[in-house]
């Protein structure tokens, strides 16, 4: 009896140790599938002050065990925590006039989710009442004087926000310029919120520590940040500050270069052997005439390109187009040079700001269960707020955004007679060129039951017109990313885009075989191109329903979330950091 009782007792305490190596075992698997190392160490502890991310925290949860703070995601280089600091001349909602400040206002949130201390730094356009002066001023010598800024701070979604407060920034107009045009002071303005952004990190506290230098990645956003892979190595390293940091320049549109005579070079208090870095070849797309734009110039942006320890397109398309003499805008050699640092990574959308189920702007929210209805009925409602005839049969076509060449609205105003021939509503809402703008005003006075247009912009009609619309038009001439068609898909409504950039990345032709595919795109820039696949989506629309509803299900089930790019943003960063600094 005793030899039993001694034998089941070794039988259950081997089962409890089988069972707690197995646990074991799982918590590593899950750690390693979450991108994470398991620490114990005191100084990997200390070194974590963020929270874990929810995706971490469920993952633990599943697995038995809870995160603290040496299980929270490090850099894969370091082994510490990525401090990340974005530098943008906009950001949502404080300020916006396109992709990029959506872009600002989401990707942040992602990465801080992800276990990352990130800030991002913009200029003060506005009083942003959400914002406060942290009281913190430090003087900059540019253009031949010292300025004084200051700098307020919102802390949201675990992100510090950071506003550089300039009087040169407080003006009337859009961030860039005005009805006049751009502003004449656009260089000094955006030199000085790219010296403004180096000195933060070092010099104001946030949560009571500053970011310091140490495994910090600076993330450049296009012409306006583009000057601090200049000024890191030219005028910090060479004194010991910033020597383990990194910047990677993020291009979201490659045809604003940020371009100024040569003679301004002096005005940027960089050291007269960086000349260089900035010369080149004037851009024959931004001469407007004058005898010196036939020469060289000052390129802020090729800068950028010269000097950035990693560089990154908003879409893997996009990647492989600026390498081309067709997408580079002049500056393919260099980033072919380069293309060995250069990454595509697809942007991503708010998934809870345009989100059917819960948009308060739409008349009736729907999901991917009941949208057919949902749709029907936002439908109505915009058909019934335009003054259009309320006929559902009708494909209502929509398009949204500049109306200007890249963007092209000229290819669809040359479509106009066959969408009224073949029975279609257009909806339109934009602004920018202002021929276009008229030619919106004489479609809708010529056909007044088929054509409704909206100069300006207006967030709830954006909305509305997603919601509602069956097809959404992009045909850009060149389109890095696009979000509009990310928005489209989750509402619903197909898109019929020209296979370019980000589009083709993302807008997949319908496949009525596999029943595969988001939408329907044509190659061939032309109004016939753009006939080809909008009478495919409005035939589609009309003779086989089915059809045409299994691929407004493929576009909802897409998956646009910004968690999938976070993760491919960090692997940048990460092989940034591991890497020696490109520029010494």
Known sequence: MRTSKSAKTLRATSRRA?????????????????????????????????????????????????????DRTPSEGTGKQRKLVFVASEVSPWSKTGGLADVMGSLPGGLAQRGNRVMVIAPRYGIYPDAFDTGHRFKIWLFGGEHEVGVFHCRKNGVDWVFVDHPSYLRAGNPYGDENGDFGDNQFRYALLCNAAVEIPLQVKFQDTVYGDDNLVFICNDWHAALVPVIIPSKYRPHGVYTNARSVLALHNLRHQGVYPPFTYNMLNLPSDWYGALEFQYPPHMRQGAYEEEGRCVNTLKAGISCA???????????????????????????ASRQYVLTGVLNGIDMDEWNPAKDPHIPYNY????????????????????????RPEVPLIGFVGRLDYQKGADLIMGALPWLVDNDCQLVMLGTGDKGLENALRVAETNHKDKVRAWVGFNVPMSHKITAACDILLMPSRFEPCGLNQLYAMRYGTVPVAHATGGLRDTVIDYNPYEKTGTGWTFNDLSVDGLLHALGTAAYTYREHPMSFQEVQKNGMCRDSSWDQAAAEYEKVFDWALTDGAYCS
């Open 367 to 390: 999901s991917n269960k009941n949208f057919i209805r949902g749709k029907n009925a936002c439908k109505a409602a915009l058909q019934k707020e335009l003054c259009l005839p309320e």
């Open 18 to 70: 089988g069972k707690r190596l197995e646990k074991s075992r799982e918590r590593q698997l899950a750690s390693r599938a979450n991108g994470k190392r398991v620490r114990n160490t005191a100084q990997s502890a200390a070194s974590m002050q963020q929270s874990s991310s929810p995706m971490e925290d469920a993952t633990a949860a599943k697995h038995g065990y809870k995160l603290d703070a040496q």
């Open 309 to 335: 320890d990693r560089v990154v397109t908003v879409s893997p398309g996009y990647a492989w187009e600026v390498t081309t003499p067709e997408g580079g805008w002049m500056l393919d050699g260099l980033l």
